[in-house]
Each structure stands twice: as C-alpha cells, then as structure tokens.
C-alpha cells in the first residue's frame, strides 16, 4: 500500500499527453492550442522525473529542467506572436489565419 | 500513505487536463492548466524532486501562466466559436484513435516496466537544489550556457515582435 | 501521534496570534497614519480606539454580499478565497524562534522547516498575483479589469528583484532552508546578512523592501487600486467578507514579507549584541520603560481619559516586563521578543512610507522596475556571488 507502481506515473504521463494532444488538435483559439502544448511538455517531465527516480540519477530532473526553460522561452515568443497576429487580424481562431494556406 | 496521495493528485491532474480540452473560454482553460502544474508539483515531491516541484511553481504556475492569462485578459478573448470547416472524417475517428493510441501506449507500458519497480516516498534524496546545481554546473554546463543563448534570443525576439509598429 | 498533536496546536497558536496582529496591524496603520497627518484616527470604539477592529469585523459580516449581474460567478467567488489562502500559507515556513524545550516537550518555534522554504515561499506568493487578476477579471467591470492588469504587469515584474535580492543570503548561508539562514546569523549584528562578512547585503535589502512594497501593492505602488484612477482597481466590486478576504490578504502579505526580511537579512530571533553580553535583559527594560512612561503620562494626564487608561496600560507593560524573567517562558519569549521588534520594525516602516509617499505613475513604475531595481540587484548578486567565491578560497 505503500509504494505506488512506476508505471503509474508513466500511463499519467501518457495520459496528460493524450490529452494534450487532443486539445491542440480540438479546439480552435489560439491561446488554448498554446496551452495545450505546455500540458505535453508537463506530462513529459512528469515522465522525465519518474525516471530519474528509478534511475536514482539526477539527469531526468536537469532534462525537466531545460524542459522548463525551453517552454518559457516559448511561452514569451509566441505570446508576443499571437499579440501581433491579433493586432494584425483582430481574430484568435486558427481557422481564420490561414493566409498561407493554398 | 504514497498510493492515495498519488490517486488523489493524479485525479486532480486527469480532472483539469479534461477540462482543459473541454472548455470554450481560454481563461477557464488556463485555470485548468494551472490546476494541472500544481497537482504535477505535489507528484514532483513525491518522486523526491524538491527543487523541480518548486520550480514547477514559480516558473510555470507563476510566471509563464501569468504571462497567459494576462495576455487573455489583455486581448479580452471571448468564447471560442464553433469551427465551420472541420472535415467529417477527422470529427468522427479523432478520439477513437486517440484512445486507441493512449491504450496502445498503456498496454506497452504496463508489459515493459516490471511490476518490481515502485516508488516510495523518500526513495530518492538527489533532488534538492545543491545536487541539482553540483550536476547542472559539471556535467551540463554547456547545455546550460546554450539555454541562457535561447533565453537571450527568445527575450530579443519578444521585444522585436511587441514594438508598436512593424514596418 | 503527539506528532500531530503538536502540530495542531503549534498551527491553532500560530493562526490566532497571526489573525489577531492582522487586525491589530490595520488599527496601528490608522493610528500611525493619523499622527503622521496631524489627526486623531480611531478613537471612539473603546479607549484609543482598541476596539476598533472588532467593530470593524461585525460592519463587514453584517454588510450586504453583493453579487453583481454578468460576472463569471465561480471565479468571482474563487479570487478571494485563493487570496487569503495562499497569503496565510506562506506563514507555515517562516522560523520565530530556535529550538526550545518547554515542559519537558522540544520543539522548533515555527511550523515547519524545509529545506526549499525560500523557493516553497516565492512560489506561493508568485501564485498570489492569481486572486488580483481573477478578481479583477470576473468582476466584469473595466476598472476592476485594468487594475487587474496592472497590478499582473507589476507583480511580475517586481517578483525578479525580490527573487534576485533574497539570493544574496541564502549564498551567504548556503542554505535554502529559513531556519537553516536564520541560525547562521547568531552572534551580534556584525553576523546578519545585512551586514554580514564578505558580502553584506544593505543594497539587496534595500531591493527586496522596495520590490516587497510592490510585491504587497502598497503605496508608493499601489496602482492597481488607486483610488483616484480606477474607484478601487480590482476589488471594486467586492463588498463584505469578500472584501474582507481581500484586505486581510494585504495585511497577511505585509506580515510575511516582514517576517522574512527578518530571518533573511535581519538575524531572524538573534539578539542585537551576544546574550553573554546581556541581552536578555533588554526586552525587561524596554517594558520597564514603556511601563514607566506611561504611567507618568498617567499621572499628568493631558487629556482626561489618560488618568484612567494610560495608568492601566503601564500596570500591563510592567506584567509583560516580569513574565521575561520567569525561568521557564524566557528561553521562548526572549526570541520571540527580539524577532517580534525586528518585523514590528519593518512594519512601521510600511506604514511610515504610505503616510509618506505619493503614487508612481504607471511608466514610472515600469521603468523603475526594468531599468533601476533590476540591475541594481542584478549587480548586487553578482558582486555577491564574487566575493564569496573568492573569500570561501
């Protein structure tokens, strides 16, 4: 009872990916599709860490580290991407900014 | 006390990713998400990573979803409208495949990782911030002197697409 | 399971005296406030108005809760309930006091300890700026909304100095736990960080009781709620113990980042000179002296309510003054009296600077943040960092 399978933690992992994935795939704000990618790269570091445990290495915790870093990095882009797409097109849905689509 | 802990949290974290992927407005998404990297830090501690749990807080939770939900409220973003052009095909067997592939992914886990790994807490002391630092400063400093680059550029480029004007 | 019972009780102790100084806290703001302005402030509600909080609570639980049409009603109800919770939170790792034995029980005077307390602590108050913009958010008004945005851009940007200050001590105590930074401090006050060899940290105390002004949006950085701009930013639409929950959460932070200027750069519970020097006898004579006073003040009275009130109030000082020379209660209350003056210190100064300050104008705020606190503590960490690099050799 009192030690919770590492393949838990793994199928959560996959989960939250899932989920993610459904999410950038569904929905049609710009902003939720943003988020949606955070959630995978969260789920991934939850898989990152679980294996440094069973590893007993501290290497999965510095990948979820740069995992972090990363998704700052791209969080301030593309927030400032979406800014000008808005200012440009005064619209947040995917389907209406597709100049470069044809 | 681990298996309840992680049943309750993983619930949590299963619960708003849902509701991530359900709801309309962006704003209720963004809780959702948030709700998400804080039962992922309560995991994180149970793993035996302090540090990442923190930073899990501060980084995610307290910057990048502030810098979310402010530009949400910035561009006051209403509901999302529903999609005119979806193809059928797509509607009809997305999540069923997704299904499929997150049994899939299931099936390989649980026949790959054997039963005889477990983790219990305190299993696992490396986490705290000084053996992190000692590793990140030896072995990863390279990568480390990279990521700083790609902040600096991704700074650089933020500034360059928020001017005023572009010309 | 004493475990448990110990914590329970140590949680009951540390939430009733931390609700009541709230309270208390606000009654001294207006009174301080007042006599900065040449006022009177509270003064009907019992004598020099003690009882003032007290009316003040039964005026808010008996008011009217509003909720206005076309507000996002879970949210509206959410942001003030995040906001006292995550501002009472932060209390829970806050060390006041060494390890002390009383009635044969040893304990740590404080909730707990741990190791990533500083970073336990920054990440609650970062998730702080939450309540504002919800609230402001869900309020479904443009001022509420503005402030909301502001005050979002503001923590944000201020919670970067903050962090870069709170660095300089912890290399210094190489440590990331509170109590673990506080205890490296004993000695005199050549040992607090402030002044601490090979790197004392007055420039990064400086910056984190700036940056904790706005971090606590308070004057001179109180543009999310000002009042004369936006009626009162994102709480406009607020009433009762909503409201409530909003002011106590301002005065919760206000606590806290006292509390932890005290153990990060002010010694936490460590007296000013050694104890062998006797300075466990400095908390009798202050109360001795306020005792004193007051009851001279008692005896030429200049208004008449003095003779009775002010007599009364020097009989409590010196009980105070006797109860730190009891054997028993002195090892807990020395400390606690020395950590009590140093937050109690810094409060002042909170208030102190609001009666004193005007209000930032937005850009000035920014740029302040961006092109002054930032590099300033930015500088401070590097110049920090070199000296015990090179004094560790």
């Known amino acids: 009872m009192n030690a919770v399978p590492l393949s838990w933690y793994l199928i959560l992992s996959a989960i939250l990916f899932s989920l993610g994935v459904a999410g950038f795939l569904f929905r049609r704000n710009i902003i939720t599709v943003f988020m949606s990618i955070e959630l995978m790269l969260n789920a991934v570091n939850l898989a990152f860490i679980a294996f440094a445990y069973q590893l007993q290495q501290v290497d999965g915790h510095i990948f979820a580290l740069f995992v972090m870093v990363v998704a700052a990095a791209e969080a301030a882009v593309g927030l400032a991407i979406i800014l000008t797409v808005f200012k440009n097109r005064t619209t947040l849905h995917i389907d209406e900014v597709s100049s470069l689509r044809n | 006390m681990d298996v309840p802990l992680f049943l309750l949290f993983a619930a949590i974290a299963v619960a708003c990713g849902v509701n991530l992927v359900v709801q309309t407005h962006p704003v209720s998404s963004a809780l959702s998400l948030i709700g998400v990297m804080g039962a992922l830090a309560v995991l994180y501690l149970l793993l035996g990573a302090e540090f990442l749990a923190a930073a899990q807080l501060v980084v995610y939770a307290g910057a990048i979803m502030v810098l979310f939900i402010f530009v949400i409220m910035l561009l006051n973003a209403g509901g999302e409208k529903k999609s005119r052009n979806r193809p059928r095909l797509a509607a009809a067997l997305g999540i069923p495949l997704l299904m499929l592939f997150l049994g899939i992914i299931s099936f390989l886990i649980q026949r790959r990782v054997p039963s005889s790994m477990t983790v219990t807490f305190g299993g696992f002391t490396g986490g705290g911030p000084g053996d992190l630092g000692r590793t990140l400063f030896t072995g990863y400093l390279l990568p480390f002197e990279a990521a700083s680059v790609l902040v600096l550029i991704a700074i650089l480029g933020a500034v360059v697409l928020g001017r005023k004007e572009i010309d | 399971m004493n475990f448990f019972l110990l914590s329970l009780l140590k949680a009951g102790l540390v939430a009733a005296v931390l609700l009541t100084t709230l309270a208390y806290l606000q009654w001294v703001e207006r009174k301080v406030i007042a006599h900065i302005q040449l006022r009177m402030g509270p003064s009907r509600v019992g004598p020099h108005g003690l009882l003032q909080p007290l009316a003040d609570v039964v005026k808010l639980l008996t008011k009217e809760d509003l909720l206005p049409p076309h507000v996002n009603k879970f949210l509206y109800v959410l942001a003030p309930f995040l906001a006292v919770s995550l501002a009472l939170t932060s209390i829970a790792v806050i060390p006041f006091g060494p390890e002390i034995e009383i009635f044969g029980v040893r304990t740590e005077m404080g909730l707990t300890d741990l190791n990533i307390g500083i970073l336990f602590l920054l990440g609650i108050s970062s998730l702080g700026v939450y309540a504002v913009a919800l609230a402001g958010w869900s309020s479904n008004n443009k001022y509420s909304l503005l402030g909301a945005l502001r005050s979002s851009a503001q ?166 003054a006797g109860l730190f020379l009891v054997p028993v209660l002195k090892p807990v209350l020395v400390p606690l009296f020395w950590f009590g003056a140093k937050a109690g210190t810094m409060m002042f100064v909170f208030i102190w600077v609001r009666g004193t300050l005007p209000r930032f104008r937005y850009d000035q705020l920014m740029r302040f943040a961006w092109g002054w606190l930032f590099p300033v503590a930015m500088a401070n960490l590097l110049a920090t960092g070199l000296l015990v690099a090179l004094w560790a050799k």
Not at chain 3, 171 to 182: D, K, V
Not at chain 3, 218 to 231: K, T, Y
Not at chain 3, 241 to 259: Q, R
Request: hydrophobic fraction near 55%; glycine fraction near 8%; aromatic fraction near 12%.
């Open chain 3, 155 to 320: 923590m944000v940007s201020y919670e970067l100095p903050l962090a870069l200050a709170v660095v300089g001590p912890l290399l210094l105590a190489n440590t990331l736990s509170l109590r673990g930074i506080a205890e490296q401090q004993a000695g005199s006050i050549l040992n607090w960080s402030i002044l601490q060899m090979p790197a004392p940290q007055l420039l990064g105390f400086l910056v984190f009781a700036i940056a904790g002004f706005a971090e606590t949006n308070r004057i001179p950085f109180d543009l999310p709620e000002a009042e004369n701009e936006l009626v009162a930013g994102f709480h406009t639409e607020y009433s009762s113990m909503k409201f409530a929950s909003f002011f106590m959460a301002e005065y919760a932070n206000i606590v806290t980042i006292c509390c932890l200027a005290t153990v990060l750069f002010l010694g936490g519970w460590h007296p000013v000179f050694p104890a062998s020097m006797g300075s466990g006898y400095v908390p009798v004579l202050v109360f001795l002296a306020a005792a004193g006073i007051a009851l001279y003040h008692g005896v030429n009275p200049a208004r008449p309510k003095d003779r009775i009130t002010l007599p009364a109030a020097g009989v409590v000082f010196a009980v105070v």
